[in-house]
T-cell receptor, first 111, second 114 residues
Framework: GQSLEQPSEVTAVEGAIVQINCTYQ??????LSWYQQHDGGAPTFLSY????GLEETGRFSSFLSRSDSYGYLLLQELQMKDSASYFC????????????FGTGTRLKVLA | NAGVTQTPKFQVLKTGQSMTLQCAQD?????MYWYRQDPGMGLRLIYY???????DKGEVPNGYNVSRLNKREFSLRLESAAPSQTSVYFC?????????????FGPGTRLTVT
C-alpha cells in the first residue's frame, strides 16, 4: 500500500529555520502537497511539488526528490504564528481523486 | 466569497441516531471530498465526488453515505451513529489548476457520539 512518514514533533525558536521531512511509498507518484493546520482549525494549502527541486512561496519552500521518495517543507524566519501541524499528502494509486495524508508534524515555535 | 461552508459546527449524537452533515462551496469546483480527523491523526478520506453526479468510496467509507446534490453541495450521512465515529469531519473541494493537489477545506464539524 501507500504510506507517508513524517516526524511527529519538531521544536524551534523564533527567527530560526526548520525543515519538516516527508518520505513516501507509492507505486505511482503524481506529486506531493503540503498543508498547515492550526489547533482547532481547518487545513490550508501551502505548496505543491510535481517535479524535483525547490518551490518557494515567501518564507515557505518545499523540496522534492522523486528518486529518493522524499520531500521536505522548509520554514524560514520562524514566527510564533507558525506553530501548527504540517501535513504532507499524495494522490493514492487507486484513483485520481483519492488523496492520502501523512499523520502530521507538530511544530512548536519558542520565543 | 465564503469558500467552503459546513453545518453544523458541533453535534452530539446518541448511539444509533442518524444525522446529515452539510457542505457547500461557492468556488465552482468540480470535485468535493469528505474527510475525518481523529485526535493527533492525519485526515482520512471517507468519500469523494470527482464531479457532479458521481461519488466514490475513499479509505474509510463504512457507516457513511453521501449525496452530491448539485455542483455546490455534497452531504455526508451517518445512518446509525457509533462511538467510533466520534471525530472532526472536514469537507473539501478542488478545481483549480492544481486539481486534486490543492484542496480547500471547510471549518469542520465536531461530532461526538455517546
Amino acid at each position: 500500500g501507500q504510506s507517508l512518514e513524517q516526524p511527529s514533533e519538531v521544536t524551534a525558536v523564533e527567527g530560526a529555520i526548520v525543515q519538516i521531512n516527508c518520505t513516501y511509498q507509492t507505486s505511482g507518484f503524481y506529486g506531493l502537497s503540503w498543508y498547515q493546520q492550526h489547533d482547532g482549525g481547518a487545513p490550508t494549502f501551502l505548496s505543491y511539488n510535481a517535479l524535483d527541486g525547490l518551490e518557494e512561496t515567501g518564507r515557505f519552500s518545499s523540496f522534492l526528490s522523486r528518486s529518493d521518495s522524499y520531500g521536505y517543507l522548509l520554514l524560514q524566519e520562524l514566527q510564533m504564528k507558525d506553530s501548527a501541524s504540517y501535513f504532507c499528502a499524495v494522490r493514492d494509486q487507486g484513483g485520481t481523486y483519492k488523496y492520502i495524508f501523512g499523520t502530521g508534524t507538530r511544530l512548536k515555535v519558542l520565543a | 466569497n465564503a469558500g467552503v461552508t459546513q453545518t453544523p459546527k458541533f453535534q452530539v449524537l446518541k448511539t444509533g441516531q442518524s444525522m446529515t452533515l452539510q457542505c457547500a462551496q461557492d468556488m465552482n469546483h468540480n470535485s468535493m471530498y469528505w474527510y475525518r480527523q481523529d485526535p493527533g491523526m492525519g485526515l482520512r478520506l471517507i468519500y469523494y465526488s470527482a464531479s457532479e453526479g458521481t461519488t466514490d468510496k475513499g479509505e474509510v467509507p463504512n457507516g457513511y453515505n453521501v449525496s452530491r446534490l448539485n455542483k455546490r453541495e455534497f452531504s455526508l450521512r451517518l445512518e446509525s451513529a457509533a462511538p467510533s465515529q466520534t471525530s472532526v469531519y472536514f469537507c473539501a473541494s478542488s478545481g483549480g489548476e492544481r486539481g486534486v493537489y490543492e484542496q480547500y477545506f471547510g471549518p469542520g464539524t465536531r461530532l461526538t457520539v455517546t
